[in-house]
């Protein structure tokens, strides 16, 4: 099925990304740690903590893709997938197609 291959192409991607903020993330964790100055005092505290910030904030939502992807993939196993959670209706192919792991239809989302 052409949706299973996307999802598992869209949820390879997604790890990749969220590997590549991890690493990111633990890196400015790390310089952090090696340095003695604070976000607090330092001038350059607000950047870091900003970057600290943006870098969480960005592994969250793709870690959330990545559940998202796999739900979507549940449906394509169980013979859900493009059928809307509410209304039972199919969901548009141009929706699928801009947001493959859509769980409704544009009329309920």
Known sequence: MAAREELV??????????ATLAASLEALFSASR??????????????????RAQLISLLAAARERIAEVDEALGRVEAGTYGVCERCAE????????????????????
């Open 90 to 109: 199919p969901i548009a192919a141009e929706r699928l197609a801009a947001r493959p792991f859509a769980r409704f239809c544009i009329g309920c989302a």
């Open 9 to 18: 192409r869209l949820r390879a991607g997604t790890e990749a990304e969220a």
């Open 34 to 51: 090696d340095s003695n100055a604070d976000d607090e005092h330092d001038p350059e505290g607000a950047t870091i903590g900003f970057e």
